[in-house]
């Protein structure tokens, strides 16, 4: 067990088998993240093939209706509908560099599985998906997008048969498969150096975000808001503003039905708001956990923030005030979804719908200030179905 990274939270608590692997890893990437021929084809398929760099929208209608200057960091607009694929490219670029010739994932939501598996295709690696049996029934667009680019896809139907269940058997596999095999992780979790790597490749978000306010508004925002499941999007957006301390940092995690929590479930996945310290897939993070310290299912109307627990860097800076958790409710998130689609003919992903609340519930409480920039993680097409059953096909009284 290796205990860097972040204060208390990180390191490697991992089965003494998955500890060289971690260390070539942590060696082939600190090499290759230097290595100009690595990063020239980086910016390749980040730019030709995943369509960065994503525009800094000013929605002026929802300016307009709430009372302070709004921009969407669109990263919905990414080739595959998420932010997903900037980790994905990376990371299967650096299994090609490494010689590996297959890749496995977990995916919750379906965004992370698509955008490994465009990854797997344009780069030629055999490509599996874990997901949630649970996670398969409600994400069934995404489940036949990853099936049509290639990719094999196994239901898990252990445990609460969502995105923490999906990690397992990814994780197993690996241990299995070393050598031919690199676990293409979703988001800031996991062992180290995991959480470091996504953060890496998923901070030209924020990158991209700096110098785009300085062209429209001449400063930075006095906040930045996104949702926060594992916590990519967010950390992706926020890293490269950590040193800024004028610009408040917001995660909004899902506050599902309410903040109840029995021995054995929550009805929400707040582990920042009201989670315990823990260990979760190789790392000691915030975790929602019974008295016994068993890992309590969690819940969220969105696939993507139906997690646990949260990347230990980010519950490192909610810790120390840097990052200030919240959350808002399934119903909140639902009514932001409509508002985005009525009000900027934008359809968002009930991932960034969280994040939309929480700026129509503050943004006239002067907690955000005057120019807020919400990352806009991920479009709404993977949630119609959701929605749909929800509200109905009627949306007169939306």
């Known amino acids: 067990m290796h205990t860097k990274k972040y204060g208390i939270y990180g390191g490697q608590f991992v089965p003494e088998l998955l500890m060289p692997a971690l260390e070539d890893l942590e060696s082939e990437y600190n090499k290759f993240s230097k290595n100009p021929d690595f990063l020239k084809d980086l910016t390749y398929y980040l730019t030709d093939f995943a369509g960065r760099k994503t525009p800094l929208y000013y929605a ?44 496995v994932a977990e995916t919750g939501a379906g965004q992370h599985g698509t955008a490994t598996s465009m990854a797997g295709a344009t780069l030629e690696l055999d490509t599996l998906i874990y997901m949630g049996s649970k996670d398969v029934k409600r994400q069934m667009t995404n489940v036949q997008r990853m099936k049509m680019l290639g990719s094999g896809v196994k239901a898990v139907e252990t445990g609460s048969k969502t995105l923490k269940d999906a990690i397992n058997e990814a ?7 070393i050598e031919t095999t690199h676990y293409l992780i979703g988001s800031v979790v996991g062992p180290h150096p995991y959480p470091m790597i996504v953060r890496d490749f998923q901070s030209v978000i924020g990158n991209e975000v700096k110098k785009q306010i300085l ?15 594992g916590g990519s999007n967010a950390i992706g957006i926020f890293y490269p503003f950590i040193n800024e301390n004028n610009v408040k940092l917001f995660a909004v995690e899902a506050g599902g039905n309410s903040m109840q929590v029995t021995d054995k ?71 932001a979804f409509h508002e985005l689609c009525f009000t900027e003919g934008i359809i968002p992903a009930l991932e960034s719908s969280h994040a939309l609340a929480y700026v129509m519930k ?27 059953n929800i509200t109905g096909d009627s949306y007169e009284n939306c």
Not at 171 to 176: A, E
Not at 215 to 229: L, M, N, T, W, Y
Not at 362 to 388: E, F, Y
Request: proline share 2%.
């Open 60 to 103: 002026r209608n929802l300016s307009k209706k709430y009372g302070i200057k709004i921009y969407l960091k669109r990263e919905d607009l990414v080739h595959g509908g998420a932010h997903k694929l900037n980790n994905t490219i990376g990371q299967a670029l650096l299994a090609k560099y490494m010689g590996k010739k297959r890749i």
């Open 171 to 177: 994780l197993r596999d690996w241990v299995t498969n």
């Open 215 to 229: 062209e429209k508004e001449g400063r930075f925002p006095d906040s930045i808001v996104a949702c926060a499941g």
């Open 265 to 335: 479930a929550a009805m929400h996945s707040a582990s920042m708001c009201s989670g315990e310290i823990g260990i979760l897939h190789g790392a000691c993070t915030k975790v929602l956990q019974n008295r016994e310290g068993q890992i309590l299912e969690s819940h969220s109307i969105s696939a993507g923030l139906d997690y646990s627990g949260v990347g230990p860097e980010l519950a490192y800076f909610a810790e120390n005030g840097r990052v200030s958790p919240c959350n808002v409710t399934d119903n909140e998130a639902l009514n």
């Open 362 to 388: 503050n943004a006239k409480s002067g907690l955000l200030g005057d120019l807020v920039v919400v990352n806009l993680s991920g479009r709404g097409d993977k949630d119609l179905n959701t929605v749909i």
